[in-house]
């Protein structure tokens, strides 16, 4: 096969997986299909970059709009920098084997400063082996760089009124970190090389590198591979700790208030008193039962986007969860964080939302420690392993929105739906859920 440019892309995907670098360039059709969930985060990185090119104003992009035209773009820059412009969006660059878009380029005295812009909160190893290879991709090209920095979303940064760019923006320095390392660039990228230009795909058996630093987007085409050489292992045979699981069910008192919470995360904070990847409770279910026998009652609210759920949210939830009995959750980290989290953004709920935490109970708890288990649960403890094993009359499968990330993202999508219809969908299958999430531990809770 003929020898392929690396860009950086490539060349990160190739330092996690040779098979996936080959995958990629010369099978792209086993691609698996492009997720909402890992659409978002794409979209999410291109917004933040586009928002970060405001930190140095009035510069060009020289991608002319769309990546594919590469040789475009190389000559654009390349004539930007010859008719003296200083701020270079999406610079292209390339040695003729190599190829990179630098977020920003600056011209400064003395020399030009490259900064990558990335979504994430501190800078991650293969950010580092990305800016490293971007640096090598430039300098060959013949631009000197003067420094190189990449640019992050600061999560300490608490928004009050206008977003602040500068506080939203962490610049970290790079050059001293990626400097010893372009010695070992070329060699690395002669390896890739070689590999591609192989009619055979490398024989790779699926690993942590599957994962690691991102999900490989080749996993089901893996996974056919694996399937065969897949080994029965025998099930953990089923038990029960009656004494522990008295225990855990003496320690609740009625009524019982079965609670849960979806949330939403932004990189770049909406509303005041919020954090980037703040996670924001815009939803909440409660089933109530007053006695053993008693029906459950439900009691359930959901944010109207886009105005700030977290003060209704929360005079909602404190009108209903009553002064005394056991409040059920499902993993009581993250319900008790959110609240935390309110008490500390709107003070003025913190007296009210304090005795709260006494009366929570995580009925995670006696999964996670396997007081009772079945080898249906698959060793798994998560709410959608032990439903189903536990309760045969009640399940996810029918439902539009069937875990956590999904209802995010369906809350999210109402901010731009001005279709009626489609908005009363998309809420009833956001109610639907988190309800359904509240009575699976109703009748879980029975089983016990």
Known sequence: MENHYISKSSFIRGLQCHKSLW???????????????????????????????????????????????????????????????????????????????????????????????????????YQVNDVAFQYYVITRSGLPLKRVSLVHVNNQYVRRGDLDLEQLFTIAPMTEWILPMQQDIPGKLHIMQEMLAEDKMPCISMGSQCMKPFPCDFLTFCRQDSRANDVEVEARPASR??????????????????????????????????????????????????TQDGPPEHFEFLGTPPADPRPEFIRSLLSGIGESGSIIVWNQTFEITRLREIARDFPEYAAAIDPLFARVADLMVPFRRKHLYTPEMKDSYS??????????DLSYADLEIREGGMAGLTYELLFDDEDIESVRLKRMNLLEYCKMDTLSMVKILEKL
């Open 23 to 125: 995958l990629h360039l010369n099978d792209p059709g086993e691609r698996d299909e492009t997720s909402q969930a890992q659409q978002q985060i794409f979209d999410t990185g291109h917004n933040v970059g586009f928002l970060a090119q405001q930190l140095f104003p009035g510069g060009i992009d020289a991608s002319r709009g769309d990546h594919s035209m590469v040789q475009a773009a190389i000559d654009y820059t390349s004539e930007l920098i010859g008719a003296g412009q200083e701020v270079i969006y999406e610079a292209a660059f390339s040695d003729g084997k190599t190829l990179c878009y630098m977020d920003v380029l600056v011209k400064e005295a003395g020399g030009w400063a490259a900064y990558e812009v990335k979504a994430s909160t501190h800078v991650r190893d």
């Open 241 to 290: 700790n009656q004494d522990a699981l008295d225990e855990f069910l003496d320690g609740l008192a009625y009524p019982l208030y079965y609670m849960d919470f979806e949330t939403i995360q932004f990189a770049v904070p909406r509303y005041d008193e919020s954090r980037p990847y703040q996670q924001i409770p815009f939803q909440y279910s409660l089933h109530v039962q007053h």
């Open 383 to 392: 709410l959608k392993a032990v439903l189903p094993a536990l309760v045969n």
